[in-house]
């Protein structure tokens, strides 16, 4: 497994365990369990740093990002959809439109491997219509 993927797969078992607890995404909130996070599980040293990056700026464009969110999937509530399939696609987004060095169809075919791993059968199929509605809306 690579770096990158690693440092996602990171970011979604952070960010899902905000979601779940219903925490904010405020600096303070996220810091306080970004140390907690560290001291409870062990995460790679080398894919860090990466997965720091996405959840600080995942973090801080949350509400925009949320918005593409609900934009692009049809009949779907963000609140309706699994934290693990919501988280997925705020990875996902994020690196579309703020992740230079990351080209879009890398992103979509990242978040699809995660979601294969981490979630439902389903959910591959959802999480692509949405990031292909998006990219495309996009070009």
Known sequence: ??????????????????????????????????????????????????????????????????RQLVRHSHNWRLERMSPVDRNILRIAVYEMQHEAEVPARVAINEALEIAKQYSMPDSVAFINGILDALQDDET
């Open 1 to 66: 497994m690579g770096l990158r993927r690693k440092s996602r797969e990171i970011a979604l078992q952070f960010l899902f365990g905000l979601d779940v607890k219903g925490l904010s995404l405020d600096r303070e909130a996220v810091e306080g369990e970004l140390d907690r996070f560290c001291r409870n599980f062990a995460t790679g040293k080398k894919s860090w740093p990466y997965a720091l990056q996405l959840i600080q700026g995942i973090c801080t464009n949350r509400e925009a990002i949320d």
